[in-house]
């Protein structure tokens, strides 16, 4: 009700009824009135003088007399399986045993003195008899009963609170040691990851050392055969010649499927001989008029050919060995151990290197680079080398049979860099997208899966390390992760330039 200051409140008239107006007193003028009541009606009552620790009543013991507790402190206890659990304490109330004396029942609680007391003991017939002597007797009694159950009340409502308080607070330190746990389980996966890269890098590190040296001796090899080769043909009647098609073919760029079909149609055309056009074509010809003339001349076609063939496979060679010295590069970068310093690097050097790395997972994958102007950045490059490996193995294992992976890099400003990794795979559920930079998540099913069980936590470590950042963006058909990462990078006092 809203109050009127033109109209203030009447103040509440006293109460007739005796019962209300002995509820306005306090409870140790009740228990003066209710005592005296008592001994008008039966006489002096004796007083009992008890030491702290003395049973009133005991749970589940008969109770055959109630006690009026005048001075002193009672606590309210039952017994459980943990021990005596305290219920009621300043809450008891002067009137002790009145509930189970009434109902001729086993007592409920075990009363117990805190301290030392003076109490009047009343038996169930004592106090009958005086309630038919003096029936006044039964409204002091029902204020003590009252002013007891209220104090009750509103303990257990406090108790109520305290409870639901209490499990509020126990739920929020389960969840912080759920936490707990759960950072700590991320700590051990990490740490055995991290054992496990190691290990690796070592492994890859000796396999690059061990292949350098026969890779080198290949390299100088291919160059001596191809010079020793020269000086025979320049011997043979039609050396120069034949010396020509080798070198034309070494050097040459190989062609491309769709670009010698070209070719030999042309000289099919031309020459109305598929399988000499076809010859033609392995021997490098591809000028309409000098195919004519090797087709007048089998003798030099034939030089011309083997020829031809030694300086298409000479190529292939220097090409393998290149291929393979460039995967020694990557190795050694790749295998650099955690705690390497700053390095000043090129940041496609470091996905290209990864992708040859990959080339063998990567051979039925069409690659789209879409590389824009970086400057080099200060980083971890084995570090990085592990962030670029998790992401793009990452996205394999959600590629279709078609599968597409585009890799987009670029400078948002000054002081950073942006490499963006999007695959056309199936998605990641909106449920579970929350969750995936979680330690050890994975759904084999659908979504995650990562090739070296480093997980995105750890991508994310990778990242949070070099004070960059990662999203994650996901939809069926498109799957696109940024990675943004600062110009300066982290700081070390060692640095190198690779």
């Known amino acids: 009700m809203i109050s009127d200051p033109f109209h203030p409140p009447r103040p509440l008239a006293s109460p007739a009824s005796d019962l209300l107006r002995l509820l306005e007193r306090d409870a140790q003028s009740i228990t003066a009135q209710f005592l005296a009541g008592i001994e008008r009606a039966l006489g002096p009552c004796p007083r009992l003088q008890l030491p702290a620790g003395t049973r009133l009543i005991e749970e589940g013991v008969e109770v055959k007399a109630l006690f009026l507790v005048l001075r002193g402190r009672i606590a309210l206890e039952q017994a459980t399986a943990d021990g005596d659990l305290q219920l009621h304490h300043s809450s008891t109330g002067s009137l002790v045993g009145l509930l189970s004396l009434f109902q001729q029942q086993e007592a409920f609680f075990t009363a117990r003195a805190t301290t030392e007391i003076e109490a009047v003991q009343i038996s169930f017939a004592q106090l009958d008899q005086a309630l038919v002597i003096d029936p006044s007797l039964g409204t002091a009694l029902a204020a003590l009963s009252s002013r007891a159950l209220a104090r009750r009340l509103r303990r257990a409502d406090q108790l109520q609170v305290e409870k639901i308080q209490l499990n509020r607070s126990l739920e929020q330190e389960r969840q912080r040691l759920a936490e ?6 991320a700590a051990r996966v990490e740490l055995v990851e991290q054992a496990r890269f190691a290990t690796l890098g070592e492994l890859a590190a000796g396999i690059a050392h061990d292949l350098n040296n026969p890779v080198t001796a290949m390299m100088r090899a291919v160059s001596f055969i191809g010079e020793d080769l020269e000086r025979l043909l ?11 098609a080798l070198t034309a073919e070494r050097e040459r760029p190989p062609r491309s499927t769709s670009e010698e079909r070209a070719v030999r149609r042309v000289l099919e055309g031309v020459l109305e001989d598929s399988a000499l056009a076809q010859r033609l074509v392995r021997a490098g010809i591809e000028d309409p008029e000098r195919a004519r003339e090797l087709a007048r001349d089998p003798e030099s076609l034939d030089l011309i050919e083997s020829a031809a063939g030694l300086g298409t496979s000479l190529r292939n060679i220097e090409v393998a060995a290149r291929r393979m010295c460039e995967l020694v590069e990557s190795l050694r970068a790749y295998s650099r151990p955690k705690g390497e310093p700053v390095a000043d690097v090129d940041l496609h050097v470091g996905l290209e290197d990864t992708l040859r790395l990959m080339g063998h997972r990567l051979r039925e994958v069409q690659i789209e680079r879409h590389y824009g102007h970086l400057p080099r950045i200060r980083c971890h490059p084995g570090e990085l080398g592990q962030l ?67 997980g995105l936590a750890i991508a994310r470590r990778i990242i949070d390390s070099h004070g960059g950042t990662i999203g994650l963006v996901s939809a069926p058909g498109r799957t696109r992760v940024t990675v943004t990462l600062p110009v300066n990078g982290p700081l070390a006092d060692e640095e190198f330039t690779i």
Request: hydrophobic share 40%; glycine share 10%; proline share 8%.
């Open 180 to 185: 707990a746990l759960h950072q700590l389980e």
């Open 234 to 244: 320049r011997s043979h009647p039609r050396g120069p010649v034949a010396g020509a």
């Open 388 to 454: 670029w490996t998790n992401l793009l193995s990452n996205a394999l294992e959600a590629l279709p049979v078609e599968g597409r992976i585009e890799l987009t890099t670029d400078a948002p400003d000054a002081q950073h860099v942006r490499v963006c990794i999007q695959d056309n795979g199936r998605g990641i559920d909106p449920a579970i997208l929350p969750r995936v930079f979680e330690p050890r998540f994975t759904t084999k099913a659908g979504s995650i899966r990562y090739g070296l069980g480093l």
